[in-house]
């Protein structure tokens, strides 16, 4: 499959790892020059020199999503400094796995402030930007619990769903600005974030998947590279499960 993505300049959040950083290398692979932007600045560079190792063109960027001028100043930066930008790839997320019962206010804002408002003061900052080019992309990253919801995951279900319900209302916005706005809904997938799942639990919870495995993150990174393609072009508003077929 042709991406048609050579040369465009794609913004990726939660770069440093996990489904950031696997989005980060499989976009830079079709040939997408990567802004990867995290909080952790040394993981973004890490993710940076593999893609240039790999032969691919990516600059790092320390940010933190939560803070609306952080990501407005980033945005302008790359935009100057790489080229106008085609591609915002929302992946920056945090989990609590602390029990609703035991948790407090500072907990769930937390997950709200870097999940969803994390994820809207990216495409605000971003949208205008992104508007200069014709079927550009915004792919966000909601997750399975906003979609159906999870008692093991109640703070992170609403955020997860708060994602899902504001990516419908910007496709509705950025439509007529040939903008693209879609949202990824992962089920478990094995990254830093999910380092709590044991073993035992992950053979436990596999018997749940109808593929009777866990995802990876390349499994969703496939997924935000299809959104970040031209073949995409009249898909928008939509919420995809990768999922294992865990929920249909």
């Given at each position: 499959?042709?991406?048609?993505?050579?040369?465009?300049?794609?913004?990726?959040?939660?770069?440093?790892?996990?489904?950031?950083?696997?989005?980060?290398?499989l976009l830079a692979a079709e040939g997408?020059?990567?802004?990867?932007?995290?909080?952790?600045?040394?993981?973004?560079?890490e993710t940076v020199k593999q893609i240039?190792?790999?032969?691919?063109?990516?600059?790092?960027?320390?940010?933190?999503?939560?803070?609306?001028?952080?990501?407005?100043?980033?945005?302008?930066?790359?935009?100057?400094?790489?080229?106008?930008?085609?591609?915002?790839?929302?992946?920056?997320?945090?989990?609590?796995?602390?029990?609703?019962?035991?948790?407090?206010?500072?907990?769930?804002?937390?997950?709200?402030?870097?999940?969803?408002?994390?994820?809207?003061?990216?495409?605000?900052?971003?949208?205008?930007?992104?508007?200069?080019?014709?079927?550009?992309?915004?792919?966000?990253?909601?997750?399975?619990?906003?979609?159906?919801?999870?008692?093991?995951?109640?703070?992170?279900?609403?955020?997860?769903?708060?994602?899902?319900?504001?990516?419908?209302?910007?496709?509705?916005?950025?439509?007529?600005?040939?903008?693209?706005?879609?949202?990824?809904?992962?089920?478990?997938?094995?990254?830093?974030?999910?380092?709590?799942?044991?073993?035992?639990?992950?053979?436990?919870?596999?018997?749940?998947?109808?593929?009777?495995?866990?995802?990876?993150?390349?499994?969703?990174?496939?997924a935000v590279a299809f959104f970040c393609?031209?073949?995409?072009?009249?898909?928008?508003?939509?919420?995809?499960?990768?999922?294992?077929?865990?929920?249909?």
């Amino acid at each position: 499959m042709d991406y048609a993505i050579k040369n465009k300049v794609i913004l990726v959040t939660g770069a440093a790892s996990g489904i950031g950083r696997e989005t980060a290398l499989l976009l830079a692979a079709e040939g997408a020059h990567i802004a990867a932007c995290d909080l952790s600045e040394g993981g973004a560079s890490e993710t940076v020199k593999q893609i240039e190792t790999a032969g691919g063109k990516a600059k790092a960027w320390a940010l933190d999503v939560t803070d609306f001028q952080a990501c407005a100043d980033t945005v302008e930066a790359i935009a100057n400094e790489m080229g106008p930008l085609y591609g915002l790839c929302n992946v920056a997320g945090v989990l609590s796995d602390t029990p609703f019962g035991e948790s407090t206010p500072e907990d769930w804002q937390m997950e709200l402030n870097v999940c969803l408002l994390g994820t809207m003061n990216m495409c605000r900052a971003a949208m205008n930007e992104l508007a200069k080019t014709e079927y550009s992309k915004i792919v966000n990253i909601a997750s399975d619990a906003g979609r159906i919801g999870e008692k093991t995951m109640v703070a992170y279900s609403a955020a997860k769903g708060g994602v899902i319900a504001f990516t419908k209302s910007m496709a509705k916005l950025l439509g007529k600005s040939r903008v693209n706005v879609n949202v990824i809904c992962p089920g478990t997938t094995r990254t830093p974030m999910t380092e709590f799942v044991t073993d035992e639990m992950e053979a436990k919870w596999a018997r749940l998947y109808p593929l009777r495995r866990l995802g990876q993150p390349r499994d969703v990174a496939a997924a935000v590279a299809f959104f970040c393609s031209q073949n995409s072009n009249w898909i928008t508003g939509q919420a995809l499960p990768v999922n294992g077929g865990f929920s249909m």
